[in-house]
C-alpha cells in the first residue's frame, strides 16, 4: 500500500513558458509550476536581450551614447531618447529653448500614445481579443508614419538632441499631427466599443492581478502600474520637465488596482497625451531649436554643410612644411587616398579622394589645407592655389566641422558630479544616474528602467491564478524585454 | 434467396452510394480549403485588412497554395513521442470528423446512410474524435501539447452534454432521431422552423457548439497566446493539415447540424413560400447551404469580436448555466407536448 502511495505521488507540472513564446512580450522566461490549471510559482527569468548599454556608455561620448537609448524601449523610442537628453542637459547645466521642450513634449506624448495603442493591441490579443490588435495597428502606423515625417526614421527616431531637437518641425508636419488629434478620440471610443463593456473581458481583467497601493509603492512599481493601484504619482506632475508645466492635463487614476484599472488608467492616459499635443501644437512658440552653448551642443548643421558636404568639390593639400608625418590622417582617410611614411611629409593621391574631410579634422597639426573647388587639380596648381588667403566661411565652417568631429568623438568637457533625472516614459519611471569625471565620456551611466521593475513584480501577481491570468499579468505591467535587460 | 434482381439492385445501389459519397467527400474538402479563405478574407475585412491577396485574383488561390506548402513541408516527429500513437492521432481526429458526413441530409433523399438514429449517431462519432485530440496531447510528450489535450477533452465532454441536451427538445418535437425525419417534422409544424418554439434549447446549442469544435471564445486548448497550438503543437506538414481540415469538418457538421435540427434544413417555412412562392422553384440544397454558411459566418463574425474565456470560466459556463437551462428546456418541452 505504501508502495503504491510512493508510485502514485502527485507533484507540480513544471512548464517553461518563453522565451521564445508569442505572449511574453519578447524574450521574457517563465518557469511556472502548475498544479492543474492553477500557479503555484513563478520565477522570471530576464537577460536574454542583454546588449550592456550601460557599459557601453561609458566608453562612447555623451553625444554617441544617444542613440543606444532608442534600443532600450524600441516601442517608445523617443521617450527614451528625451530622458537621456533631458537628463544630460541638466548635467551639462544647459537649458533648451522653449521651442525645443514644446516639440519634445508633443514628440513625447505621441511616443505615449504609440506605446500605449502597443499595449492594448497585444494585451487584447493576449486575452483574445482579435480585431482590437488591428485596429490599435492602424493609429499606431499613423503615429509612426508622422514620425517618418518629422524625422525620416520610424522606431529608431533619435530625434532629441542635447540641448534641442535635431530638426524644425514643419507646418505641413504639424497640420497633420492635428488632424491625428482630431480624429483619434473617435478610435480609442471605437476599442472601447470592442472591449469595454464585453462581458468577457471583464471577466479576464477584473480582480485579476490585484495590488494595493502600499504594495504597489514597495514594489517600485510606477507610470500607469502604480496609477491602477490609486497612486497619482507621474513625474511629469511632480517634478516637470520640458514643457510639461505650461501644459494642462490630468492624472487618470484608478481604485482598485486589477488589471482592469490600469487598462482603463491607460486608455484614459491616451486621451490626455492627445490633449497635450494639441496644447503643444496651439502653444508651439517660434525661435531656435537648439541651446546658444557653444562646445556643449552640437555645431549648427546648415552653416557646416555649406563646406563638408561632398558635393562641393574641394581638394586638400598637404603643407610639407608644416606635416610632421605622424600618419593620423593616412588612417583616418577611407579612400586610402593618402600615402608616405612614417616621420615624413604624406601626400594626396587627388584621384582618390572622396572629399569627407576625415583627414582634416583629424591633423592635429593643422598641416592640411582645404581648397575649394580644386577637385580634379594637378598637385603643382593645388600648391599654388594653397598660397592664397581662404575666404572666411569656409575658415569659420571648417572650424565648426573640427569641433562637431571633437564633441561627438571625445565627447565635450562637462562638470564633475553625480545626478539621477527621471522622466516619465509610457511604462513608468524612466531614470538615468550618471557619474561624471569630467572627461567627455560618462565614469558611469545608470538606467532605471521601469520594465525591469515591473518584471519583478510578476511573481506576486500570479501566484494562486490560473495560467491564462499570467498572459494577462505579462500584460498589464507593459513590459519591454529591451527595455528591461537593456 | 439471391436473385439476379437481387444483385442488379444491389450493385445499382452500390453504384449510386459510392456516387454520393465522391460528390460529398470531393464537395466537403474543397469547401473546407475555401472556408479557410472565407475565414480569412471575412475577418480580414472586419479588422480593416484585406485578408489573402497574392495567390491568384483576390488571393483565390491562395487555399490550394497553402495545401501544397503543408504537403511538401517536412514532418518533423519528436523523439520522445509515442511514434505510432502519434502517427493515428489526426487520422482517428480526422476519420471521426468525415464519418459524420455519412447521416447528414443535404437535401431530401441526399444521405448517403439514413439510419434512424442520425442525431445519437453524430454525438457518437463526434465524442470519438476527442480521442484523436487526447492521444495526440499524450503522445507528443510535450507539456503544452499536454495541457491542451486535457483542456480540450474536459471541454468537449462538458459541452457535449449541453449539446446533447439541448437537442432533446428537439426529438420530443419531432419524435425520430432520424434527420431526415427531423426535418420534415419543422416543414409540417406550425412555425416551419424548431428554432422559434426551442429558442432556447437553439442558443445553448449555438454555444456548445462553438465550445465543441474548439472555436473563439471558447479556443483554449489551441489558446495561441498560452499554449501557442495546444494539442497540435508538435505536429507538422500534413499531419498538422489533418487536424486543421478536421476541425473545419467539425465546424461543417456542426453548422449543418444546426441547420437540420433548428432551422428546418433544406426546406423553407410555409409562410415564406406562401408570400414568395417562386422561392419554392429553388433547388433545395440551396437553402441548406445558405443555412449552413449563416451558420459558419457567424463562428468567424464571433472569433473576430471577442476574447478569449479562461478555462474555469468555460467549465462554469457549461456545468452552471448550460446544462441546467437545457434541462429546464427538455422539461417545459415534455410537458407543452403532454398538454398539447
Known amino acids: 500500500m505504501d508502495q503504491v502511495e510512493k508510485i502514485l505521488e502527485t507533484r507540480e507540472l513544471n512548464v517553461n513558458m518563453g522565451p521564445q513564446h508569442p505572449a511574453t512580450h519578447g524574450v521574457l522566461r517563465l518557469v511556472l509550476d502548475l498544479d492543474g490549471e492553477v500557479v503555484v510559482n513563478v520565477t522570471p527569468y530576464i537577460g536574454y536581450l542583454h546588449r550592456g548599454i550601460e557599459k557601453l556608455g561609458e566608453s562612447l561620448s555623451y553625444f554617441q551614447a544617444l542613440p543606444l537609448t532608442d534600443r532600450m524601449d524600441y516601442v517608445s523610442a ?10 544630460v542637459e541638466k548635467l551639462f547645466g544647459i537649458e533648451a529653448p522653449e521651442r525645443a521642450k514644446f516639440i519634445r513634449t508633443m514628440v513625447g506624448e505621441m511616443s505615449r500614445i504609440s506605446n500605449h495603442l502597443l499595449w492594448l493591441a497585444t494585451h487584447a490579443l493576449d486575452i483574445g481579443a482579435m480585431t482590437v490588435f488591428l485596429y490599435c495597428f492602424r493609429e499606431r502606423e499613423w503615429i509612426l508614419e508622422l514620425f517618418e515625417k518629422i524625422c525620416g526614421a520610424r522606431l529608431t527616431v533619435t530625434y532629441p538632441r542635447i540641448g534641442g531637437v535635431r530638426n524644425d518641425v514643419s507646418q505641413e508636419f504639424l497640420d497633420s499631427l492635428y488632424k ?121 548643421k546648415d552653416k557646416m554643410m555649406a563646406v563638408t558636404h561632398p558635393d562641393q568639390k574641394h581638394a586638400f593639400f598637404i603643407d610639407e ?92 568637457r562637462v562638470p564633475e558630479g553625480d545626478l539621477y533625472v527621471a522622466t516619465e516614459v509610457p511604462k513608468g519611471e524612466l531614470g538615468f544616474y550618471f557619474v ?24 506576486r501577481l500570479c501566484i494562486g491564478h490560473l495560467v491564462a491570468d499570467v498572459i494577462a499579468n505579462i500584460g498589464t505591467i507593459d513590459i519591454v524585454l529591451g527595455e528591461c535587460d537593456r | 434467396m439471391i436473385t439476379t434482381e437481387g444483385l442488379i439492385n444491389f450493385g ?25 479563405y472565407f475565414e480569412r478574407k471575412v475577418i480580414g475585412h472586419m479588422q480593416v485588412r484585406l485578408g489573402p491577396m497574392r495567390v491568384g485574383p483576390h488571393g483565390l488561390l491562395q487555399p490550394i497554395a497553402d495545401g501544397v506548402k503543408l504537403f511538401f513541408k517536412e514532418d518533423v516527429i519528436p523523439e520522445n513521442a509515442d511514434k505510432v500513437v502519434f502517427y493515428l492521432a489526426p487520422v482517428i481526429f480526422m476519420a471521426a470528423a468525415m464519418v459524420n458526413l455519412s447521416v447528414i441530409p443535404f437535401s431530401y433523399n441526399f444521405v448517403i446512410a439514413d439510419i434512424n438514429i442520425g442525431l445519437l449517431f453524430v454525438f457518437a462519432i463526434a465524442g ?36 446533447g441536451l439541448s437537442l432533446v427538445g428537439v426529438m420530443i418535437m419531432a419524435g425520430s432521431l432520424n434527420l431526415t425525419d427531423i426535418v420534415i417534422a419543422q416543414q409540417n409544424s406550425i412555425f416551419g422552423i424548431f428554432a422559434i418554439p426551442q429558442i432556447v434549447a437553439f442558443v445553448v446549442f449555438v454555444i456548445a457548439a462553438i465550445a465543441e469544435t474548439n472555436r473563439t471564445p471558447f479556443d483554449l486548448p489551441e489558446a495561441e497566446s498560452e499554449l501557442v497550438a495546444g494539442y497540435f503543437v508538435e505536429y507538422s506538414s500534413f499531419r498538422f493539415a489533418l487536424f486543421f481540415l478536421g476541425e473545419y469538418i467539425a465546424m461543417f457538421i456542426m453548422s449543418s447540424l444546426g441547420a437540420i435540427c433548428f432551422l428546418g434544413g433544406w426546406t423553407l417555412p410555409w409562410y415564406i413560400t406562401r408570400v414568395l412562392p417562386f422561392l419554392s422553384y429553388v433547388p433545395p440544397v440551396f437553402w441548406f447551404l445558405i443555412k449552413v454558411y449563416f451558420f459558419i459566418f457567424f463562428y ?15 467549465m462554469a459556463i457549461g456545468w452552471k448555466i448550460l446544462i441546467p437551462v437545457a434541462l429546464a428546456n427538455i422539461v417545459i418541452t415534455g410537458l407543452v407536448k403532454i398538454i398539447l
Open chain 1, 436 to 459: 561624471s569625471d569630467g572627461s567627455g565620456k560618462p565614469y558611469r551611466m545608470r538606467v532605471r528602467a521601469p520594465s525591469f521593475v515591473h518584471a519583478q513584480v510578476l511573481p
Open chain 2, 128 to 163: 470519438l474524435g476527442v480521442y484523436g485530440i487526447f492521444i495526440s496531447g499524450w503522445a507528443s510528450n510535450s507539456k503544452y501539447a499536454f495541457i491542451g489535450g486535457l483542456r480540450s477533452s474536459a471541454q468537449v465532454i462538458s459541452y457535449e452534454i449541453a449539446m
Open chain 2, 300 to 314: 468567424y463574425w464571433i472569433r473576430a469580436t471577442v476574447p478569449r474565456y479562461r478555462y474555469d470560466q468555460l
Open chain 2, 12 to 36: 445499382i445501389n452500390v453504384v449510386i452510394i459510392t456516387i454520393k459519397i465522391a460528390i460529398v467527400l470531393g464537395v466537403t474538402l474543397l469547401h473546407v480549403a475555401y472556408a479557410t
Open chain 1, 321 to 412: 612644411k608644416v606635416c610632421k608625418g605622424c600618419g593620423m590622417c593616412l588612417r583616418a582617410c577611407p579612400a586610402k587616398a593618402i600615402f608616405g611614411e612614417k616621420k615624413k611629409p604624406h601626400k594626396i593621391k587627388q584621384e582618390f579622394c572622396l572629399g569627407c574631410m576625415n583627414c582634416y579634422v583629424t591633423c592635429k597639426f593643422k598641416a592640411l589645407k582645404i581648397i575649394p573647388g580644386g577637385r580634379g587639380l594637378g598637385d603643382e596648381q593645388l600648391a599654388e592655389l594653397a598660397k592664397q588667403p581662404i575666404p572666411e566661411e569656409i575658415t569659420k565652417a571648417t572650424e565648426l566641422l573640427a569641433e562637431h568631429f571633437a564633441y561627438v568623438k571625445r565627447g565635450p
Open chain 1, 78 to 87: 523617443m521617450s527614451n531618447n528625451i530622458g537621456y537628453v533631458v537628463a
Open chain 1, 180 to 300: 491625428f488629434t482630431e480624429e483619434f478620440p473617435s478610435r480609442i471610443l471605437e476599442y472601447e466599443t470592442l472591449i469595454d463593456q464585453n462581458r468577457i473581458w471583464l471577466k479576464r481583467t477584473v480582480g485579476i492581478g490585484v495590488i494595493s497601493a502600499e504594495e504597489a509603492v514597495s514594489w517600485g512599481l510606477t507610470g500607469p502600474t502604480l496609477r491602477g493601484s490609486g497612486v497619482p504619482y507621474d513625474v511629469r506632475k511632480h517634478a516637470p520637465y520640458d514643457a510639461y508645466d505650461r501644459v494642462e492635463f490630468d492624472v487618470p487614476v484608478g481604485s482598485e488596482g486589477d488589471t482592469y484599472d490600469r487598462y482603463r488608467c491607460r486608455m484614459l492616459e491616451m486621451r490626455q497625451s492627445n490633449n497635450i499635443i494639441r496644447q503643444c501644437i496651439e502653444k508651439l512658440p517660434a525661435g531656435p531649436i537648439m541651446a546658444e552653448a557653444p562646445k556643449l551642443v552640437l555645431p549648427p
